[in-house]
């Protein structure tokens, strides 16, 4: 499995080309910015882009799957309660006021413990609702992709609206914290002092996860 981490947009998020090398099929994680140069990424790479994945529907993370959609041909894929709750004009109308442009409905919607694969790459899905009831995280050869669920050493806001903090601290607990140490985390925003991490040293230093 190869790992491109791209920070992309306004709002420091990072974007993960994952791909197959021996198939070179491939996904992006997030593409919420500069959509014409991972287009053109995809395509230097020589990589057939099967899937738009979103972590989670907020704007900040889906704004870039409509132009990303119209230029590699890739199926956006989403959790079923998020796909649900941000496909409406209210949703839609919050992204224009953000700047963003609204996603349009997912092709595929995933849920808990469900595979995305992309030759022979499999990406299991991780619900990890408390930020978004539609969060997930992703995890492939011991790599997590945590979308806005975990930071490095930080966690995701629980103080907006559908918001869930109790939820949100048992995904954590229950579903990451109990992954192998060794687990490389890959954040959905460039918030942390290093652009990745690891389950232990989340353990360790991470102020919300600390025991
Ligand atoms: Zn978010
Ligand atoms: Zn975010």
Same mark, same amino acid.
């Given at each position: ?26 996904? @992006?994680?997030? =593409? ?5 140069? *991972? ?42 309660? +998020? ?16 700047? *963003?442009?609204?996603?349009? =409905? ?29 969060? @997930? ?6 790599? *997590? ?35 192998? +140490?060794?687990? @490389?985390?890959?954040?959905?925003? +460039?918030?942390?002092?290093? =652009? ?8 360790? *230093? ?6």
């Amino acid at each position: 499995m190869e790992i491109e981490q791209i920070k992309v947009g306004r709002m420091v998020v990072f974007s993960y080309l994952v791909s197959c090398p021996e198939t070179k099929e491939a996904l @992006i994680i997030d =593409p919420a910015g500069n959509e014409e140069q *991972l287009a053109e990424k995809v395509k230097q790479k020589g990589l057939k882009l099967k899937y738009i994945v979103n972590t989670h529907g907020h704007a900040d993370h889906t704004g870039g799957n409509a132009k990303m959609k119209t230029l590699t041909g890739a199926q956006i894929v989403m959790h079923t309660a +998020d796909n649900e709750f941000f496909n409406n004009p209210q949703s839609h109308g919050m992204a224009r006021q953000m700047g *963003l442009e609204p996603t349009p =409905p997912a092709d595929i919607t995933v849920e808990d413990g469900d595979e995305i694969v992309i030759g022979k790459v499999s990406l299991k899905v991780i619900h990890t609702p408390g930020h978004r009831a539609g969060g @997930i995280c992703l995890l492939a050869e011991g790599n *997590l992709f945590s979308g806005d669920t975990l930071f490095v050493g930080g966690i995701g806001r629980t103080d907006i609206p559908g918001a869930s903090h109790e939820q949100f601290m048992t995904a954590l607990r229950g579903k990451l914290m109990t992954l192998p +140490d060794e687990t @490389i985390v890959w954040p959905g925003h +460039d918030y942390g002092p290093v =652009p990745s991490s690891t389950i232990e040293l989340e353990k360790k *230093l991470n102020p919300w996860l600390r025991r």
